[in-house]
C-alpha cells in the first residue's frame, strides 16, 4: 500500500551551480530542465548557487547571466514549476520580478534559522506576482528545535506554500532530522519540505527520515551535484523512496538514471565525493557552500584547508559570511588565533 504523495525537488541547476563554480551554460540548463520536465519532476530550482543577484565577486561570477539562464530552462519546460532561490540580502525584488517574466513560476526563499522575518517581505511579493512562495530555513542544526519551529510559523504566517529545512552543513544524523520534521509538521498547516547535503554520508538516510516523519517535498539533485560533498543523489532519493513505497506521482526512475548518467556526470568537474574538506564541513557544521572558497583560501595562504574550516565552524559562520573566509586564513597564517 503506498505510503503517501511525494513530491521530488530538483536543485542540480542552483545547488549544483556550485561546485562548477556558476558555469552553467544555457544549452546545458536548457537540457536539464527538459530532461527533468520529461522524467516528471515537479519543481526545478536555478540559479546562482547563492541564489538570484549571488553573481558576485564575494559568490563567484556566474559565466552566464542567470536571467539568461531561467529564459533558456523556462522554453523546455511544460509541465513542471521553473523555482528560483533568493536569500534577502543577496536577492532583491526586483531580481525576482525579472526572474517571473523569464518564466521563473516558484521561488523559495532562504533566510539563515533564526532569520525568518526578513522573508517576508519576498515571500508577500512572490504571492502578488502569483507565484508558488516557499520558506526556506537554512543551516537548520544551528537553533533548538523550538526556535526552528517558531521561524517555520513565522513563514507559514507570511503565506508561505511550505516550508522547506534545510541541512546545509550536512551535519545532522537521522535522529535530529526525525526530531526537527515531526516538530515542525506538528506545528505548522502547510507541507514540510527537506534539503539534504552528503558531508558526513547522511544526505539519503537523512532525506528518508525527513520523509518518515512526515516532510512530504523532498530535495535532491542528479548525481548529488551540488555544494560540498553534494546533496541528497536524486536518482537514488527516487529508488530508495520507491522501495518504501512512496507515490511519487509520474517520475520516471529510469528517465533520472539517463539523466544523471549522459547528460549530468560527463559535465562534472569531478565525482561528488566525499573528501576530507567535504567531510569536515560536516563534522564541524559549516555551510556546504564555502568548500570551494575554503580551497582556494587555503591554497592562497598554504594552510591545511581543514584548520580553516574548524575555525569556521568554532566562530559560527554562516552563509552569507564567505568575506570571512580569507580573513580567517589570513589570522591562522600569522598566529592571530588564539
Given at each position: 500500500m503506498s505510503q503517501g504523495k511525494i513530491t521530488l525537488v530538483d536543485a542540480t541547476l542552483r545547488d549544483g551551480s556550485h561546485p562548477l563554480r556558476h558555469s552553467y551554460t544555457c544549452d546545458q540548463v536548457a537540457e536539464i530542465a527538459g530532461g527533468l520536465d520529461k522524467c516528471g519532476i515537479e519543481l526545478i530550482e536555478l540559479?546562482?548557487?547563492?541564489?538570484?543577484?549571488?553573481?558576485?565577486?564575494?559568490?563567484?561570477?556566474s559565466k552566464t547571466s542567470e536571467f539568461e539562464l531561467i529564459e533558456a530552462a523556462a522554453s523546455q519546460i511544460k509541465n513542471a514549476k521553473l523555482d528560483v532561490l533568493l536569500l534577502p540580502g543577496i536577492g532583491t525584488i526586483a531580481n525576482l520580478k525579472q526572474a517571473y517574466d523569464c518564466g521563473a513560476r516558484a521561488v523559495r526563499v532562504a533566510t539563515h534559522v533564526t532569520e525568518a522575518d526578513v522573508s517576508a517581505e519576498h515571500i508577500y511579493a512572490a504571492k502578488d506576482l502569483g507565484m508558488m512562495a516557499v520558506g526556506f530555513l537554512m543551516m537548520i542544526h544551528k537553533a533548538p528545535v523550538e526556535r526552528l519551529v517558531e521561524e517555520a510559523k513565522k513563514m507559514e504566517s507570511y503565506?508561505?506554500?511550505?516550508?522547506?529545512?534545510?541541512?546545509?552543513?550536512?551535519?545532522?544524523?537521522?535522529?535530529?532530522?526525525?526530531?526537527?520534521?515531526?516538530?515542525?509538521?506538528?506545528?505548522?498547516?502547510?507541507?514540510?519540505?527537506?534539503?539534504?547535503?552528503?558531508?558526513?554520508?547522511?544526505?539519503?538516510?537523512?532525506?528518508?527520515?525527513?520523509?518518515?516523519?512526515?516532510?512530504?517535498?523532498?530535495?535532491?539533485?542528479?548525481?548529488?551535484?551540488?555544494?560540498?560533498?553534494g546533496n541528497a543523489q536524486m536518482e537514488v532519493l527516487c529508488g530508495v523512496l520507491k522501495r518504501h513505497d512512496y507515490d511519487l506521482g509520474n517520475v520516471d526512475f529510469y528517465g533520472l538514471q539517463d539523466l544523471a548518467q549522459n547528460v549530468v556526470e560527463p559535465m562534472m568537474p569531478r565525482p561528488q565525493t566525499i573528501d576530507s574538506g567535504?567531510?569536515?564541513?560536516?563534522?564541524?557544521?559549516?555551510?556546504?557552500?564555502?568548500?570551494?572558497?575554503?580551497?582556494?583560501?587555503?591554497k592562497k595562504y598554504d594552510l591545511d584547508p581543514r584548520d580553516i574550516l574548524v575555525e569556521l565552524g568554532k566562530r559560527g559562520?554562516?552563509?552569507?559570511q564567505e568575506d570571512m573566509i580569507i580573513d580567517v586564513a589570513y589570522q591562522l597564517k600569522n598566529g592571530l588565533v588564539k
Open positions: 540559479s546562482h548557487g547563492d541564489g538570484l543577484g549571488g553573481s558576485s565577486y564575494t559568490y563567484g561570477f503565506g508561505a506554500d511550505y516550508v522547506n529545512l534545510a541541512d546545509s552543513a550536512g551535519y545532522l544524523m537521522p535522529g535530529d532530522v526525525k526530531e526537527r520534521v515531526e516538530a515542525v509538521t506538528k506545528a505548522v498547516n502547510i507541507p514540510v519540505g527537506f534539503h539534504a547535503h552528503n558531508n558526513m554520508g547522511m544526505a539519503i538516510a537523512n532525506s528518508l527520515a525527513a520523509v518518515q516523519a512526515g516532510a512530504t517535498y523532498v530535495d535532491g539533485c542528479l548525481r548529488g551535484l551540488g555544494a560540498g560533498a567535504s567531510l569536515m564541513l560536516g563534522y564541524a557544521g559549516v555551510y556546504s557552500s564555502f568548500l570551494l572558497h575554503v580551497y582556494d583560501a587555503a559562520m554562516i552563509g552569507g
